[in-house]
């Protein structure tokens, strides 16, 4: 089986977003971007699929302009197969990026496609679901563990609730939560041999889709801070605090 | 586009005995936005659900959908479902739960609309807020959809009342057994505790309590004041606490009255998940530790000293 992997670049989590003075968006210039931490989750469990002997082939995909290459480039330096960039510089929304994927998915006739439960920036939470509703296919979110036998796979999902068991039917959509794996390490090796890996390029317009945001952005602002508190020096002090100036208790 | 008359539509969350109370939040967004308001129920064996939706105030009228096919909300069938419904109505919500999250993307993509996901504040009807990058900005977007799907982040909308609506309950058939998936369990952990979304009092911990037994300091605290007991992911990973105690821009977004984080350093995705706490009380050793920064009251100590002093104080 041929699995597709959803990968998106954003900024890196240890950075704190910060809005632009003109308030069109959060500046991104210069600033330190990395594979989604969900997409590396993603794809580290395609990775161990295929050491299992379930997919024989990982293709990572990622819809995107500028220095999308870099996250594909380290898509495959963690191990994937061949790498394909949508090329855009709009900035599409889950749905047309779930139409570009679909396309995709049909036409390299992948049997699988695993993407991230959330990309941490836009924190949409969209593009596995929708893709799999445009497919027809399966779906199964927030997977914390992934058993596929046969035509069948067993998805354990996180829930607000607890862990959800569910039983899908091949090919799925599934989006991954963090704890499903570990993602490996890249070592130096493994970048200088992505290098040699096959990467395609993609022009959006080529794909003939209708891929128009239906959102316009009118403003982004800076949420207002919280007012800085007091030190106290003894669990008596807090206790007292909580009871007669908060009066929380 | 401009001819349709305004309407919500409200899918309900629920167990198929209770409504979940994350709906009330949506209903109270919907009321926001302006025009009628229906119910979706579909579930099985779920008419109690429906009666319960009738009285919730304000609401026009309850669509029930009683159907094994919807008996464990798998997405593929509810989906169908919502696309059935939805063709008469220009703003269909759902609570930003992971219910919610999981069928509405799906329901969006099928009827060809974007989803407006986590709105935090409704400006028009057409213009919502939502949080992006972890909460660390606000964006503001106006959709130009003719239907509007949105997600309801449930801290930024009061719940609406349980009683004084007399809403018709009509049954409906719908949507499809796309038999794609099928539902094998659920592992629910501690269903004896307060449910931490709607507490009013949380007290979490973090990698500073070392394991899963040290939490009992915090359960015994919880008890005292009615809370219910959170965690920060580094907890969970660590395999302290069950999942669903998570807080955070990956786990659960909560707005208690008080906040007590036990060991948690306050990293941007945990902070995420808590800040809009009204109080907000950090107990942690290193005074460096980035959760003093929106604490209301900070108390640098030992929490293997700290807790059970509390406990006793309390
Ligand atoms: C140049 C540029 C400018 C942008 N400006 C804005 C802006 O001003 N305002 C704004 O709101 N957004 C902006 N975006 C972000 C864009 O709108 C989001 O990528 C899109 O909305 C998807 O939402 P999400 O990432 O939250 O999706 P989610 O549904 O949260 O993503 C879940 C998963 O879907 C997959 N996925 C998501 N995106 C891609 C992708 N591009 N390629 C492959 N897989 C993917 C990944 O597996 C990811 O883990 C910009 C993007 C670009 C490239
Ligand atoms: C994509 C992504 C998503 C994430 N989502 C979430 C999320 O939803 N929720 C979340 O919480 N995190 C999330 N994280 C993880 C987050 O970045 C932090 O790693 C995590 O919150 C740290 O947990 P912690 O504060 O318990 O642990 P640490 O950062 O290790 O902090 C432990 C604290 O305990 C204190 N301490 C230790 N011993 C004692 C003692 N005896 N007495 C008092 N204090 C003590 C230490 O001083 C320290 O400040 C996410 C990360 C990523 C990359």
Known sequence: MKILVCVKRVLDPQVKARVKADESGVDLANAKMTMNPFCENALEEALRLREAGVVEEIIVASVGGGKTEETLRHGLAMGADRAIQVVTEDALEPLGIAKVLKQIAEQEGVGMVIAGKQAIDDDSNQTAQMLSALLGWSQATYCSEIKIEGDMATVTREVDAGLETIQVKMPAVMSADLRLNEPRYVKLPDVMKAKRKPMDKIELDSLGLDTANRLTTLKVEEPEGRAAGVIVNSVSELVEKLRNEAKVI | ?314
Not at chain 2, 168 to 175: C, D, L, Q, T, W
Request: charged share 20%.
């Open chain 2, 1 to 314: 586009m401009e001819n349709r008359v305004m309407g919500n539509l409200v899918i309900v969350e629920h167990d198929n005995n209770e409504v979940g109370a994350a709906t009330l939040h949506a209903v109270t967004a919907a009321q926001q936005i302006g025009g009628d308001i229906d119910l979706l129920v579909a579930g099985e064996n779920c008419s109690a659900v429906a009666d319960a939706a009738a009285k919730i105030a304000g609401v026009s009228s309850v669509k029930l959908a009683d159907d094994a096919k919807f008996g464990h909300h798998l997405a593929e069938n509810l989906a169908s479902l919502i696309v059935d419904v939805a063709a008469g109505y220009t703003h269909v919500l759902a609570s930003a739960t992971t219910f919610g999250k999981n069928v509405m993307p799906r329901a969006a993509a099928l009827l060809d609309k974007a989803q407006i996901s986590e709105i935090v504040e409704v400006k028009s009807p057409d213009t919502f807020v939502r949080p992006i990058y972890a909460g660390n900005a606000l964006a503001t977007v106006q959709s130009s959809d003719d239907i509007k799907m949105i997600t309801v982040r449930t801290i930024k909308f009061e719940p609406a009342a349980t009683e004084g609506g007399s809403a018709s309950v009509e049954a409906i058939s719908g949507g499809t057994d796309a038999g794609l998936s099928s539902w094998v369990s659920q592992a629910v952990s501690n269903n004896d505790q307060v449910d931490l979304t709607s507490a009013k009092i949380v007290v979490s911990g973090g990698r500073g309590m070392q394991n899963g037994d040290n939490f009992s300091m915090l359960h015994s605290v919880a008890a005292k004041l009615g809370a219910a007991v959170g965690a920060s992911r580094a907890a969970v990973d660590s395999g302290f606490v069950p999942n669903e105690l998570q807080v955070g821009q990956t786990g659960k977004v909560i707005a208690p009255d008080l906040y007590i984080a036990v060991g948690i350093s306050g990293a941007i995705q945990h902070l995420a998940g808590m800040k809009e706490s009204k109080v907000i009380v950090a107990i942690n050793n290193d005074s460096e530790a980035p959760i003093f920064q929106v604490a209301d009251y900070g108390l640098v100590a030992d929490l293997f000293e700290a807790v059970p002093e509390l406990d006793a104080a309390l």
